[in-house]
């Protein structure tokens, strides 16, 4: 599959962005995907994920309530909202895809196809 992201770009802190990811070459609604960030000298890590379905969906603890995760099977789409941005949530966001999406996994080094990610800059 072929991934693209979109919607990355320089904010305000306090202020929202919603991240798309268009998908391509596979067939999306068997696709599991994942959001996963790295920022400047730390670890990828995987912030959000969700079932071929959409019927199952996980938020890192830390992000609950601020990130939302969906998708839509119509439009080959994926997409994260981020509301209340601060300075901790700037990184290189990333939209990843794995075959076999009927249950989530949450670890990033599961999933096969990867975009080219996208830069949130957030100022405080």
């Known amino acids: 599959a072929q991934l693209v992201e979109s919607g990355g770009g320089l904010v305000h802190a306090g202020d929202s962005l919603r991240l798309s990811c268009a998908a391509s070459?596979?067939?999306?609604?068997?696709?599991?995907f994942a959001w996963i960030r790295q920022a400047p000298g730390k670890d990828r890590e995987l912030i959000a994920a969700?079932?071929?379905?959409?019927?199952?969906?996980y938020v890192r603890d830390s992000l609950k309530g601020r990130f939302t995760v969906s998708r839509d099977n119509d439009k080959k789409t994926l997409y994260l909202q981020m509301n209340s941005l601060n300075v901790d949530n700037a990184a290189v966001y990333y939209c990843?895809?794995?075959?076999?999406?009927?249950?989530?996994?949450?670890?990033?080094?599961?999933?096969?196809?990867w975009g080219q990610g996208t830069q949130v800059t957030v100022s405080s």
């Open positions: 990843a895809a794995r075959e076999g999406g009927t249950t989530l996994a949450l670890k990033w080094k599961l999933y096969t196809y």
């Open positions: 969700i079932t071929s379905s959409g019927n199952s969906s």
């Open positions: 070459g596979r067939r999306f609604c068997t696709l599991g």
